[in-house]
């Protein structure tokens, strides 16, 4: 029986999505010195919002949304999902102070607010990218705390964790190719650290698929189930091997030149496409495993 | 002292008069079911059924037989839906009873997908999960609980868990299979099968002994693991940090 549907499945994949946004534009912005301010700017609004519209959708999942706060404010500590909370909400909460800091948000009143949180800027980026990281990876931890032989391999979290960096990076490459600022890293550069990001990604779902217990695997690794073909051709064919691989490689023949907007744009769309497949796939093939 | 039930599955001629008990003691509504092809029926567990017999062939040749496993909440030694329950509604008591306070259920489901045997439900109406009590409300009474009143043949027998424990063993040095005695920690109620048949045939899970809280440490340890890639990540890229940028800052 399906117990958790689509609305923790569009969670899943928002959570890994703000989480490998921010680290990625964190560790962009670390390496321009803050040269790329209004990337950065939006990097962290992106991410937010996408952790905002998750935790949203976290609430109208609940049977009694209206008793959430006992989660943060009484909650069960050993419960990986009232750990997972705390992540999260740091998580947000340090979002928002980054993103403030580079904007220009409340005028003057804020002014000293916004100044105060710039100049801690490299300290909300480390904090930031860590409990990014952490958010991305407890989406996969929560479903392995369970019965379900597909969730709990250990390589799901990973899995997770890297598919998060991949849709936040692609997102990234968008914005930075929308903003036109220098990130001071060649074209080639850029689509070099995505084509390692997909290959370490199509390894990971591989040994996923490898580790999970034989009687559960075909709920997924075969193509007779529905959840079997969205993973091999919406997730790995589509979203891993062609967005994450084919593209970025495609931009590697011809170094000097930024890639053009087009493949900028059909890269992210596909990676983001595989990615929200891959939590979609996952939630449900382990839901009837 | 916690409370233990022992299932021995020979004794059981599947009457379910333990589910009727069940259900007139807790008040809960009966479903209404269609036939299904083995006779379990209701064909599961849901949050009003919390108590039902299944019915199983298990065996080899000749010895191949049809059985009857009463299933309900095995009140874990380690509960895995209370690990999971973010909000401690659901609570394992002093005497061994896993019970819920709907006051503090969200309704977020995470027991039930947590559970090793399927047994909470989620209740659409009263948007809180619901699973049997062990009949805590006659058991602290000093009765039996329902079910086990109801079994005309002593399949079911309850005791303190120790007693329960001990009797388990018992079968077992004389060759029986028992499940519930180091399965995720162990259960309460714990299952005497007869020789020759595998409490996997009756769909009782393999489950190691890892106990719910190892594995939560394993999570945890994977979250650390997380931290420090995001830190190092950060840590990295700020270290290649291009010097020609870095006059951008200073200017
Ligand atoms: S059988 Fe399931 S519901 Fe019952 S105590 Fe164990 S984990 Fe909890
Ligand atoms: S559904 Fe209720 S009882 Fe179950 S884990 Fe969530 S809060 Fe706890
Ligand atoms: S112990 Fe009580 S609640 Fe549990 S199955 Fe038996 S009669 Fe039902």
């Not at chain 1, 943060?72 to 009232?82: G, I, Q, R, T």
């Not at chain 1, 740091?90 to 993103?99: H, K, M």
């Not at chain 1, 091997?241 to 890269?267: D, F, H, N, Q």
């Not at chain 2, 009949?135 to 079911?156: F, I, K, M, Q, Y």
Request: net charge neutral; glycine share 10%; charged share 15%.
């Amino acid at each position: 029986m399906v117990e958790w549907g689509i609305l923790i499945a569009t969670y899943l994949f928002l959570g890994g999505l703000a989480g490998g946004l921010f680290a990625s534009t964190a560790a962009l912005d670390a390496i321009t010195r803050g040269g790329i301010r209004r990337t950065s700017k939006l990097g962290a609004l992106v991410s937010w919002v996408s952790m905002a519209i998750g935790l949203i959708l976290l609430l109208a999942d609940l049977g009694r949304p209206e008793h959430a706060f006992r989660i943060m404010l009484a909650p069960h500590m050993e419960s990986p999902m009232a750990w997972g909370a705390w992540v999260i909400v740091i998580f947000t909460v340090l979002g928002l102070a980054y993103w403030l800091g580079l904007s220009d948000f409340g005028g003057e009143p804020l002014k000293p607010l916004r100044s105060a949180l710039n100049r801690i800027k490299d300290l909300l980026g480390a904090l930031g990218s860590m409990f990014g990281l952490m958010t991305a990876a407890y989406t996969g931890i929560l479903l392995g705390f369970s019965r379900q032989s597909l969730w709990r391999p250990w390589a799901l979290p990973v899995l997770f964790t890297v598919s998060g960096i991949a849709t936040g990076y692609a997102v990234l490459m968008y914005l930075v190719h929308r903003t036109g600022e220098d990130v001071g890293l060649s074209p080639a550069g850029l689509s070099k650290v995505e084509l390692i990001v997909g290959v370490i990604e199509l390894l990971v779902a591989l040994l996923y698929v490898a580790t999970i217990p034989t009687p559960a695997r075909g709920a997924i690794a075969s193509l007779t189930s529905v959840n079997g073909v969205l993973f091999w051709l919406g997730f790995v064919a589509v979203g891993l091997i062609i967005g994450e691989i084919l593209l970025p490689a495609i931009s590697l023949r011809t170094p000097e030149k930024a890639p053009s907007p087009a493949l900028v744009l059909t890269t992210a769309a596909l990676v983001l496409i595989g990615g929200y497949i891959l939590r979609y796939a996952v939630l449900y093939a382990g839901q009837v495993a | 002292m916690e409370y233990g039930v022992l299932v021995v599955v020979d004794r059981c001629i599947g009457c379910r008069a333990c589910q009727v008990a069940c259900h007139v003691w807790n008040g809960t509504e009966a479903e209404s079911t269609e036939f299904s092809p083995d006779y379990t029926n209701p064909p599961d567990l849901t949050s009003n059924v919390w108590t039902v017999v299944r019915f199983v062939e298990m065996g080899e040749g000749d010895g191949l037989r049809w059985y009857f496993v009463k299933r309900q909440c095995m009140h874990c030694v380690e509960p895995a839906c209370v690990a999971a329950c973010p909000t401690g509604a659901l609570h394992k008591d002093k005497d061994g009873i896993v019970l819920w306070d709907s006051k503090k259920c969200i309704g977020c489901r995470y027991c039930v997908e947590a559970c090793p045997y399927g047994v909470p439900h989620f209740d659409p109406l009263d948007k809180t999960i619901r699973k049997c009590t062990f009949c805590a409300d006659r058991v602290r009474e000093g009765l039996e609980p329902a079910c086990v009143a109801a079994c005309p043949t002593d399949a079911l027998i309850f005791g303190s868990l120790d007693e329960i424990r001990a009797r388990a063993e018992e079968y077992r040095a004389k060759g029986h299979p028992v499940y519930g005695l180091e399965e995720g920690g162990g259960t309460s109620w714990i299952y005497v099968f007869p020789k020759e048949t595998a409490p996997s045939d009756a769909g009782l899970p393999r489950l190691g002994p890892e106990t719910p809280r190892e594995r939560i440490d394993k999570g945890l340890l994977a979250l650390a693991m997380a931290a420090v890639a995001g830190l190092a990540a950060w840590g990295v890229s700020r270290g290649k940090a291009a010097p020609a940028a870095q006059e951008v800052k200073v200017r």
